[in-house]
C-alpha cells in the first residue's frame, strides 16, 4: 500500500505543476517576448510600454482603492453579522447559513447585472421611480462610479469574509470583555483593547483574502467600471488583448506580471496571518459555549436588517433578472410593464445559434470538466494526507498555488501555452484553464474528508487480503462520497459561472454562458442577457440539487 501510495506522488507532481506552474512559466517568457507569433524573440519593450503608460498611475489608483474598499465593506458586514449569529439571540439563525452559502451559486456577472439595472443612469429601474415621484431631469445615483463598484464586490465578497470570521468569533471568550469592564473600562475602550485586538488575525485574514478576490474579480470592474470608464489591472489587461487592431499579448502578459506579483504577496500574507491565530487562542476547553446576549427591543429590529441583506444577496438580483427578461424595455413594475410581458427575449435568446452554443459548452464543461476535477482532487489529496513526505508536502503547496492566481493573468499565460500547440480555439483549453483555476475547490473538501477517515481500515483491509483498488473502491470511496460532491459541486457551478479566464481563451466556437452574457451587456441586450442569465442560474442550481440527491442515495447505499 505504502509503496502504491509514494508511486502515485511523482505522476501528481508532474500534472499539477504543469496545471499551477505552465501559466506563469509562459506568461514570464511572454512577457519578455515580442508577440504570439514571435515567441522567445527576447525584449523589454513591453515593459516599457507597460510601465511607462501615463494611464497606469490611475489605474493602479483606482486598483488600490477598489480592492481595499471592497475588502472594508465586506469585512465590516461579515463582522457585524458574525457578531450577531455567533453571540446574540437573534431569530432565524438559518438566515446567517444562507447568507454565508447561497450567494455562491449567483453568478458575479449576474449579480453586476442586476444592480446595472436597477440604478444605472439612463434606464435604470430605481432611477426611473425617482423621475416619476420627484420630477428629476437627470439620473439621481449612478452605478457606474468607484463606490458602486466598492459597494457590489463588497457584497458579493461578503460570505468569503463572513466564512473566515465567524469560527473565530464563535470561539471569543466573552469573559475578557466583562473581565474589562469591570475594571472600568467603557464598551467602546473594551472593543478596541480588547475583542478586536484578540480577533485581529481572523480580521486581518479576512481584509486579505477579500482583497485577493477582489483583485482578481473580472464581473464588477467589467460591467460596472468599463462603462463608467473606471479601469483596474483586470479590465486594462482585458483591453489589452480585446480592442485595437492588433492584439499585444505581450504588452498584456508585462502589465499581468504586476497583478500576479501582488496576489501571491497577499496570499503569502493571508497564511502568515492565519498560522499566527494560535496566539490568540482564548478557549481551550470541550465544553466552552459562548455566552449568549440578549438584545432586547433591538432583536427583531436588528432581524429586519439581516432579511434585508438576505433579499438583496439573494431574492433581488433574480427578481430583477427575471422581470427584464419578460417586458420589452427597462421599465418601472405597473399595471402597464405586467401588460406589455410577453416571452420575446427567451424565445430569441433559444434562436441564437452562439447562445445555444455556449450553453452546450458551459453544461459540458460543468459536468464533464467537475467529474476529471473530482478525480484529480482525489487522489491529490489523498496523497497529501496519507503520505508524509516532503513530497507530498510540496504538492500541497503546488495544488494550493493557483487560488492566488488571478483568473485573466492565468488565461493570458496559458494564452501563450495553447498558442504554440494544437490546443488552441478549441474547447479542451478551457477545460485546462478551468480545472487548473478551480483545482484548490476540489481538493479542500476532500482533503478534510480524508483527515476523517482513520488508517486503520485501510490497514485492516490489507491484513484481510484487500489489494489497494479494492480497499479504495470498498472502503475509502464510500467514506468519502460527502467531499466528493462538495468538490463536484464547487467545480461544477465556478466552471458555469466562469468568466475572467474564460473572455482570454475563449474563440468563436467555444463560447460559453458568461462570455455570451458580458456580450449581450456590451450590446446592452438586457432581455436576452437576463433570461439567458436565469437560465444559468437554473442550471447551476439544476446541478447542484441533482448531484447533492446522487450523493444522499450513494450514502444510504452504503450504510
Same mark, same amino acid.
Given at each position: 500500500?505504502?509503496?502504491?501510495?509514494?508511486?502515485?506522488?511523482?505522476?501528481? #507532481?508532474?500534472?499539477?505543476?504543469?496545471?499551477?506552474?505552465?501559466?506563469?512559466?509562459?506568461?514570464?517568457?511572454?512577457?519578455?517576448?515580442?508577440?504570439?507569433?514571435?515567441?522567445?524573440?527576447?525584449?523589454?519593450?513591453?515593459?516599457?510600454?507597460?510601465?511607462?503608460?501615463?494611464?497606469?498611475?490611475?489605474?493602479?489608483?483606482?486598483?488600490?482603492?477598489?480592492?481595499?474598499?471592497?475588502?472594508?465593506?465586506?469585512?465590516?458586514?461579515?463582522?457585524?453579522?458574525?457578531?450577531?449569529?455567533?453571540?446574540?439571540? #437573534?431569530?432565524?439563525?438559518?438566515?446567517?447559513?444562507?447568507?454565508?452559502?447561497?450567494?455562491?451559486? %449567483?453568478?458575479?456577472? /449576474?449579480?453586476?447585472?442586476?444592480?446595472?439595472?436597477?440604478?444605472?443612469?439612463?434606464?435604470?429601474?430605481?432611477?426611473?421611480?425617482? !423621475?416619476?415621484?420627484?420630477?428629476?431631469?437627470?439620473?439621481?445615483?449612478?452605478?457606474?462610479?468607484?463606490?458602486?463598484?466598492?459597494?457590489?464586490?463588497?457584497?458579493?465578497?461578503?460570505? =468569503?469574509?463572513?466564512?473566515?470570521?465567524?469560527?473565530?468569533?464563535?470561539?471569543?471568550?466573552?469573559? /475578557?470583555?466583562?473581565?474589562?469592564?469591570?475594571?472600568?473600562?467603557?464598551?467602546?475602550?473594551?472593543?478596541?483593547?480588547?475583542?478586536?485586538?484578540?480577533? !485581529?488575525?481572523?480580521?486581518?485574514?479576512?481584509?486579505?483574502?477579500?482583497? @485577493?478576490?477582489?483583485?482578481?474579480?473580472?464581473?464588477?470592474?467589467?460591467?460596472?467600471?468599463?462603462?463608467?470608464?473606471?479601469?483596474?489591472?483586470?479590465?486594462?489587461? *482585458?483591453?489589452?488583448?480585446?480592442?485595437?487592431?492588433?492584439?499585444?499579448?505581450?504588452? $498584456?502578459?508585462?502589465?499581468?506580471?504586476?497583478? /500576479?506579483?501582488?496576489? #501571491?504577496?497577499?496570499?503569502?500574507?493571508? !497564511?502568515?496571518?492565519? !498560522? &499566527?491565530?494560535?496566539?490568540?487562542?482564548?478557549?481551550?476547553?470541550?465544553? *466552552?459555549?459562548?455566552?449568549?446576549?440578549?438584545?432586547?427591543?433591538?432583536?427583531?429590529?436588528?432581524?429586519?436588517?439581516?432579511?434585508?441583506?438576505?433579499?438583496?444577496?439573494? %431574492?433581488?438580483?433574480?427578481?430583477?433578472?427575471? *422581470?427584464?427578461?419578460?417586458?420589452?424595455?427597462?421599465?418601472?413594475?405597473?399595471?402597464? $410593464?405586467?401588460?406589455?410581458?410577453?416571452?420575446?427575449?427567451?424565445?430569441?435568446?433559444?434562436?441564437?445559434?452562439?447562445?445555444?452554443?455556449? +450553453?452546450?459548452?458551459?453544461? *459540458?464543461?460543468?459536468?464533464?470538466?467537475?467529474?476529471?476535477?473530482? =478525480? /484529480?482532487?482525489?487522489?491529490?489529496?489523498?496523497?497529501?494526507?496519507?503520505?508524509?513526505?516532503?513530497?507530498?508536502?510540496?504538492?500541497?503547496?503546488?495544488?494550493?498555488?493557483?487560488?492566488?492566481?488571478?483568473?485573466?493573468?492565468?488565461?493570458?499565460?496559458?494564452?501563450?501555452?495553447?498558442?504554440?500547440?494544437?490546443?488552441?480555439?478549441?474547447?479542451?483549453?478551457?477545460?485546462?484553464?478551468?480545472? $487548473?483555476?478551480?483545482?484548490?475547490?476540489?481538493?479542500?473538501?476532500?482533503?478534510?474528508?480524508? @483527515? &476523517?477517515?482513520?488508517?486503520? +481500515?485501510?490497514?485492516?483491509?490489507?491484513?484481510?487480503?484487500?489489494?489497494?483498488?479494492?480497499?479504495?473502491?470498498? =472502503?475509502?470511496?464510500?467514506? +468519502?462520497?460527502?467531499?466528493?460532491?462538495?468538490?463536484?459541486?464547487?467545480?461544477?457551478?465556478?466552471?458555469?459561472?466562469?468568466?475572467? +479566464?474564460?473572455?482570454?481563451?475563449?474563440?468563436?466556437?467555444?463560447?460559453?454562458?458568461?462570455?455570451?452574457?458580458?456580450?449581450?451587456?456590451?450590446?446592452?441586450?438586457?432581455?436576452?442577457?437576463?433570461?439567458?442569465?436565469?437560465?444559468?442560474?437554473?442550471?447551476?442550481?439544476?446541478?447542484?440539487?441533482?448531484?447533492?440527491?446522487?450523493?444522499?442515495?450513494?450514502?444510504?447505499?452504503?450504510?
Amino acid at each position: 500500500m505504502w509503496k502504491t501510495r509514494t508511486a502515485l506522488t511523482p505522476g501528481l #507532481i508532474l500534472i499539477v505543476g504543469f496545471l499551477t506552474i505552465c501559466p506563469v512559466f509562459m506568461l514570464i517568457l511572454g512577457s519578455f517576448s515580442e508577440g504570439l507569433s514571435a515567441f522567445g524573440s527576447f525584449t523589454l519593450s513591453k515593459y516599457a510600454k507597460g510601465y511607462i503608460d501615463p494611464a497606469l498611475a490611475d489605474i493602479l489608483a483606482n486598483t488600490v482603492i477598489f480592492t481595499v474598499g471592497s475588502a472594508t465593506v465586506a469585512t465590516a458586514l461579515a463582522l457585524f453579522l458574525a457578531y450577531l449569529n455567533t453571540r446574540t439571540n #437573534i431569530p432565524f439563525k438559518f438566515l446567517f447559513r444562507t447568507i454565508s452559502l447561497i450567494p455562491m451559486m %449567483v453568478p458575479h456577472i /449576474l449579480f453586476a447585472v442586476s444592480w446595472v439595472l436597477l440604478l444605472n443612469p439612463s434606464n435604470g429601474m430605481i432611477n426611473l421611480v425617482l !423621475r416619476q415621484l420627484f420630477g428629476l431631469e437627470g439620473a439621481a445615483v449612478s452605478i457606474y462610479t468607484l463606490q458602486g463598484m466598492i459597494l457590489v464586490e463588497g457584497l458579493l465578497d461578503l460570505p =468569503i469574509a463572513y466564512l473566515v470570521i465567524a469560527p473565530a468569533m464563535s470561539a471569543f471568550d466573552v469573559s /475578557l470583555e466583562e473581565s474589562s469592564k469591570v475594571c472600568g473600562a467603557s464598551n467602546l475602550r473594551t472593543l478596541f483593547r480588547v475583542t478586536l485586538p484578540v480577533l !485581529r488575525p481572523a480580521i486581518l485574514a479576512a481584509l486579505t483574502l477579500v482583497i @485577493v478576490r477582489s483583485l482578481a474579480s473580472f464581473a464588477v470592474p467589467s460591467v460596472i467600471g468599463m462603462p463608467g470608464r473606471i479601469y483596474v489591472l483586470a479590465t486594462h489587461i *482585458y483591453r489589452i488583448v480585446a480592442t485595437g487592431y492588433a492584439t499585444d499579448y505581450g504588452l $498584456a502578459a508585462a502589465v499581468s506580471m504586476s497583478a /500576479l506579483g501582488a496576489s #501571491i504577496t497577499l496570499i503569502l500574507l493571508y !497564511r502568515r496571518l492565519t !498560522r &499566527q491565530g494560535e496566539k490568540y487562542v482564548t478557549v481551550s476547553s470541550r465544553g *466552552y459555549r459562548p455566552a449568549v446576549i440578549d438584545l432586547k427591543g433591538a432583536k427583531y429590529p436588528l432581524f429586519g436588517i439581516v432579511a434585508l441583506l438576505s433579499f438583496i444577496l439573494i %431574492v433581488l438580483p433574480v427578481l430583477v433578472l427575471f *422581470y427584464t427578461s419578460v417586458v420589452p424595455y427597462s421599465m418601472v413594475p405597473s399595471g402597464k $410593464a405586467f401588460a406589455m410581458m410577453s416571452w420575446k427575449h427567451w424565445i430569441a435568446v433559444f434562436k441564437d445559434p452562439v447562445s445555444l452554443l455556449s +450553453l452546450k459548452n458551459s453544461l *459540458y464543461l460543468g459536468v464533464g470538466g467537475a467529474t476529471l476535477g473530482v =478525480i /484529480l482532487s482525489f487522489f491529490v489529496a489523498y496523497v497529501i494526507v496519507k503520505v508524509r513526505t516532503a513530497a507530498s508536502g510540496f504538492l500541497e503547496s503546488l495544488s494550493f498555488l493557483s487560488f492566488s492566481f488571478p483568473g485573466i493573468v492565468v488565461g493570458i499565460g496559458f494564452m501563450w501555452f495553447f498558442v504554440q500547440t494544437p490546443l488552441y480555439a478549441t474547447i479542451w483549453a478551457l477545460l485546462i484553464g478551468y480545472i $487548473a483555476t478551480y483545482l484548490p475547490y476540489g481538493i479542500r473538501p476532500l482533503t478534510s474528508a480524508f @483527515v &476523517q477517515i482513520h488508517k486503520n +481500515l485501510e490497514e485492516s483491509s490489507r491484513v484481510c487480503g484487500g489489494a489497494p483498488l479494492y480497499t479504495m473502491r470498498r =472502503i475509502v470511496i464510500p467514506l +468519502l462520497i460527502p467531499g466528493i460532491v462538495s468538490g463536484w459541486i464547487l467545480m461544477a457551478t465556478m466552471f458555469v459561472r466562469e468568466l475572467s +479566464l474564460s473572455v482570454v481563451l475563449s474563440r468563436p466556437g467555444t463560447e460559453v454562458l458568461a462570455v455570451q452574457i458580458l456580450r449581450f451587456a456590451e450590446d446592452g441586450l438586457w432581455g436576452r442577457l437576463s433570461a439567458l442569465g436565469i437560465l444559468m442560474i437554473f442550471i447551476s442550481t439544476t446541478l447542484v440539487i441533482i448531484a447533492s440527491q446522487i450523493g444522499v442515495k450513494l450514502t444510504k447505499v452504503d450504510k
